[in-house]
């Protein structure tokens, strides 16, 4: 009895090397895309790392290229330009820049960039901010509360909660936006020495859940929407504010020192910034 089922069971083995065949094949080709898969992952990140050291290392060239233009026209006695210098012609289509500038004729402020790759905003729509227009139609500012609607609402996400954070702009936009809303003042008095209070104390207004106020360096005529979450400053180590040794002239009585700080203001989805323009 035993030997007969023995016997069967070796004929009924005549369809299980296929089954084994195809199962070892599966998990051939599994293993195999796992493979792929983790190479290509690995392939990517290492390639956008060395187009970022690579864009660093260009910015550091202009760095220094901005640097010995201060320096070589300084010691001849001329000016220094002041406009965007680009980099010679770089390595697989790498560009550079820089500019100087200053505020007292002594202290030079240089800023150098790298753009290494990258995605070009020219070509893709997905990478641009947010823009649109505040040209009034008739009268001063009557369209801007209308475009400032409108671009909280570019740079939101519906119902999940992500919207500007604040808003900023410059100062004759930032009165015309003030002279717009309905004036609300409140009194308290307590006794006759009580003062009327007026207003608030704040340099800041407020639209809709966002506070908006101005700077004096913002250009005129913009007023930007902008987001913490998705605008950052990112700064090298060890190279912020760093002070390099002291320097003192034959001819000064002051000694003059370098401080150089390496950073780079970046965002991880422009879609959640926006510009109004034009605005009158």
């Not at 104390?201 to 004096?216: A, E, M, N, R, T």
């Amino acid at each position: 009895m035993i030997r007969r089922l023995s016997r069967r069971f070796l004929r009924e083995e005549d369809g299980i090397a296929l089954v084994i065949a195809i199962a070892s094949m599966a998990i051939l080709a599994i293993t195999t895309t796992g493979v792929i898969v983790a190479g290509t992952a690995n392939e990517d990140t290492a390639w956008v790392s060395m187009k970022g050291r690579s864009a660093f290392a260009v910015a550091q060239q202009a760095l220094a290229y901005g640097e010995g233009m201060v320096y070589g026209d300084i010691a001849t006695l001329t000016q220094p330009p002041t406009t965007t210098q680009n980099l010679p012609t770089q390595p697989d289509g790498a560009t550079g820049t820089f500019t100087s500038s200053t505020y007292d004729g002594v202290s030079w402020h240089i800023v150098a960039t790298g753009t290494v790759g990258g995605i070009s905003r020219s070509a893709f729509s997905f990478w641009r901010n947010q823009q649109s227009v505040g040209t009034k139609s008739t009268t001063a500012f009557d369209n801007l509360q209308a475009a400032m609607r409108h671009m909280y609402n570019l740079c939101s996400n519906g119902v999940t909660g992500a919207h500007p954070s604040f808003a900023v702009t410059d100062m004759a936009t930032f009165e015309g936006f003030e002279s717009l809303l309905t004036k609300n003042e409140r009194y308290n008095r307590d006794n006759n020495s009580d003062k009327g209070l007026t207003g608030f104390q704040s340099d800041k207004l407020q639209f809709k859940d966002i506070p908006i106020s101005y700077d004096v360096a913002c250009p005129a005529g913009l007023l930007y929407m902008l987001n913490t979450t998705n605008l950052k400053l990112a700064y090298q180590a060890g190279y912020w504010m760093k002070g390099f040794p002291s320097v003192d002239p034959a001819n000064q009585t002051a000694d003059i020192f370098k401080v150089m700080t390496i950073c780079n203001l970046y965002t991880n989805n422009p879609r959640r910034l926006g510009v109004i323009t034009a605005i009158n």
